[in-house]
């Protein structure tokens, strides 16, 4: 089979795919319909095709030349997320995903901004100002987003400050029970017998 | 068998519910009778499921396409072995795999406690058996695997191609094995909790079966993560993708509690934290189902939306209370039976790992949850993907993994400066020579930096406690390094087990640290044309095509380009790429094309090509050097070797009792031998 035949037949196969299985219930050699999995993806995601929206600035001034290298333009494309369904990012998803039309359309839109002479910070808000936040890989860095940032490491503060808590008043009972262990005659609740501790101290030993 | 198989489905879950009510019955009343009725129960409801799972594996490799299930998930002309596969491949047959694992779990933890823990024993039955009522009824209402389509189609529509890889036939399975035996221990501390005997017994099953949920969770993580990198073609191998996140989550509590554990069994101590963590890794099993089958959350690999997603959701809410009024009525029987001597010491150090473990697993829950809150919050959507996560994580991870270093490193209970000192001097220096030279050589990543100097200080650290035990075995027993070496691991399998897990994570985090070397380049390449590359490592790479093929195999079209690489002049071989359309048996095409990567795999770096498309006679060709990828690899199988050696039964069976447990331990015979 020649390739464009093969391409050819690929992308009627994925309509005939998307639209067969309402389509057609009644031709049985067709394939079943009723699938559950996502209809005529190779991905395990239902993909949108359509989720690409036109990013477009006039140029800053004719005739202007790009800004931005082909790395920065790279960089800049991984701080963008693609809008088909997956969660890579548009550079990630354009070189590796044949099959995703919305990279490559977010890939022009991006190229046409940079050559229209806007820094990749414009090109960002621009994206932005289209698609809405989620058209970044990660939440900005501002306003509620700030919680997403910090309200982990500051979890773990509260965790360190209880644990270190908790740790000390475990010292402390354990420091009081030493105390009056000789006095009253009782020792710790669960290892309160010489041979018990000779044990332990024996088994910590071993495993130590 | 197809029919009986259905039949069986519907028995099994009045056999579960029958199971649930008796033993419970059975524990409250003190009934022997409903007891042995109850765990009767459950064998027979295992069996029925047995039934229920021969009999959907018989549709599928007998193509019965009168099954939706069948005739969504396979076709007639897929390998036999991604139709055997098929039966975890999709919702319905998956739910039905999860509960087949559980019910043989159930079985055999409750047939091999039936005698050791009497009183845990039937309250464990129940739980377990409350577990199966839900799996079955969500199987049985919310997701038959027996539902029939109105007519019989002559083919079905065949496998995700992206499913029909080695890796995603052993990956999902492992998985579902570590997600299900986290249920184990949750039954039976729930059952301890309702005996208030969180004791001897409590302690040996729960860590049992924790620690074959952590082996499985291990293995189905690392196999993910290859199927990731070797499959999906976007040159990494975790993005920290929900699914993904899913399942690191009961990995790390449950590693979290197999570390704490272990002070409750030398010092009887953390008991109430111990069973929060044993609940916690069930619950989070639970809930990381939960987001990979209801579709709230935007995922790569979710199941479709469907019904089950509100089933989980209420489940989890009941399992959480029922745990939570259970812990909370039984605190003072939770009260620790020692205190602490030290805040240096090994009980606080594991203690310290034991947050950080909590604190990462929080972190990936909260980022993982976070654009719901968003959205719930400020009304608009958000993303929140890698940059995010590596932005909270890393420097946790780094953390933890200095932390895997200097907890062996500190003695029990109380740590002497001295004791400190002779400990931490070899390892320390160690790991800043390492971090120096790395330095000197010119490498500036900060993170890589630290994760390094790290990782040699942990290997250090590793390598010194082995010394100090072969050392001692040969001059005691005048044994040879091998023998010494063996001997040393065998006598005390839970611990250096331990350590040899302790090195796969060493492993993993350098492995890790390599992709911040990691170059892509964007080429395009017609039949003969030449691109010379520059890898991290400075080797210079050419790749000369040899032009774009096509051809057509069992099920699939086939379009291929192949490139003959040379490595400083040095030829290495011709390695191609390829983008598949698969086709049912009328050759009619299925899904979309997909991508067959082509990888050159070596200790230090690997070569990545990946075919994303052909326009005209030329070929799009994205070629990534991915540093140290294959130490990812290793890595997991050296945590799972070591996994393996801690949890071998005959270690059990040949060490004496210690610490906590051994002060237990007359009374437990006492106790044996008047019952």
Known sequence: MRRREFLTRSIAGAGSALLGARQLPAQQATPAPG????????????????????????????????????????????????????????????????????????????????????????????????????????????GFNWAGYLVPFAALAAGTAALVTVLRRMQQRAARVASTAPATGAGAPSLGTTDELSRLEAAVRRDD | VILIGELALWVALLMAAWTGVTSCAG??????????????????????????????????????????????????????????AAFWGGQAGSLLFWTLILALFSAGAIWSARTKARELAPWACGTLAMILVFFIAVVCFKANPYD?????????????????????????????????????????????????????????????????????????????????????????????????????????????????????????????????????????????????????????????????????????????????????????????????????????????????????????????????????????????????????????????????????????????????????????????????????????????????TLAGFVAATIAQEFQKGISARRSIHGEALPVATVRLIARNRRRYGGYIVHAGIVVLFAAFAGLAFKRDHDVQMRAGDTKELVDPLGHRWRFVSQGISTSETLNRYVTAVGLEVWRDGVRQGIISSEKRQYLDSNKNPLFEPSTEVGIRSSAKMDLYIVLAGVREDTAELRISFNPLVIWVWIGGMIMAVGGLIVMWPQAERRRAPSGYVATLEPARRELAATT
């Open chain 1, 35 to 142: 699938a559950e999995q996502s209809s005529g993806s190779s991905n395990l995601f239902d993909m949108n095709q359509g989720a690409a929206k036109r990013v477009v600035r006039p140029p800053k001034t004719s005739g202007v030349r790009s800004a931005l290298t082909d790395d920065e333009r790279d960089a800049l494309e991984r701080q963008l997320h693609c809008q088909c369904g997956c969660t890579l990012d548009v550079y990630v998803c354009r070189t590796t995903d044949f099959s995703c039309q919305v990279s490559p359309a977010m890939h022009r839109d991006v190229i046409a901004l940079v050559e229209g002479g806007y820094s990749a910070q414009e090109i960002i808000d621009a994206f932005v100002d289209s698609y809405g936040e989620v058209a970044l890989m990660a939440p900005t860095r501002e």
């Open chain 2, 27 to 84: 524990g409250a009343l003190g009934r022997e009778d409903l007891v042995t009725s109850g765990r009767r129960g459950l064998y027979a409801t295992t069996a029925m499921v047995v039934l229920a799972s021969l009999g959907l594996w018989t549709a599928l490799l007998t193509h019965d396409f009168s099954l939706k299930y069948v005739a969504s998930n396979t076709s007639a002309n897929m390998p036999k072995v991604y139709v055997f």
């Open chain 2, 148 to 452: 029939r389509l109105s007519f019989v189609p002559a083919d079905g529509r065949g496998m995700n191609p992206q499913l029909q890889n080695p890796g995603m036939a052993i990956h999902p399975p492992n998985l579902y094995l570590g997600y299900v035996a986290t249920s184990i221990p949750f039954a039976f501390a729930i059952a301890a909790l309702v005996t208030r005997r969180l004791d001897a017994e409590w302690l040996s099953i729960v860590r049992r079966w924790s620690l074959l949920s952590w082996f499985f969770l291990t293995i189905g993580i690392t196999l993910g993560m290859w199927w990731a990198y070797v499959e999906l073609g976007w040159s990494g191998y975790w993005a920290w993708d929900p699914v993904e996140n899913a399942s690191l989550l009961p990995w790390l509590t449950g590693t979290a509690f197999l570390h704490s554990i272990m002070i409750q069994e030398k010092r009887g101590m953390l008991r109430k934290w111990n069973v929060t963590l044993v609940v916690t890794t069930f619950l989070l099993a639970i809930f990381g189902t939960f987001i990979t089958r209801s579709g709230i959350i935007e995922s790569v690999h979710s199941f479709a939306q469907s019904p089950v997603g509100t089933w989980f959701a209420t489940f989890f809410l009941l399992a959480t209370g029922v745990t939570i009024y259970f812990v909370s009525t039984r605190l003072k029987d939770l009260e620790a039976k020692a205190g602490l001597e030290s805040m240096v010491s090994r009980e606080a150090a594991f203690l310290y790992n034991n947050l950080v473990f909590v604190g990462i697993a929080f972190s990936v829950l909260w980022g993982t949850l976070f654009p719901i809150l968003s959205e719930w919050v400020r009304g608009s959507k958000i993303t929140v993907g890698p940059p995010f996560f590596n932005t909270v994580n890393v420097p946790l991870g780094l953390l933890l993994l200095a932390l895997t270093g200097i907890g062996p490193l500190i003695a029990w209970r109380k740590a002497s400066t001295s004791n400190l000192r002779r400990q931490f001097a070899v390892p320390a220096g160690a790991g800043l020579t390492v971090g120096v030279v790395l330095l000197a050589l010119g490498m500036r990543d900060s993170y890589a930096l630290v994760a390094y």
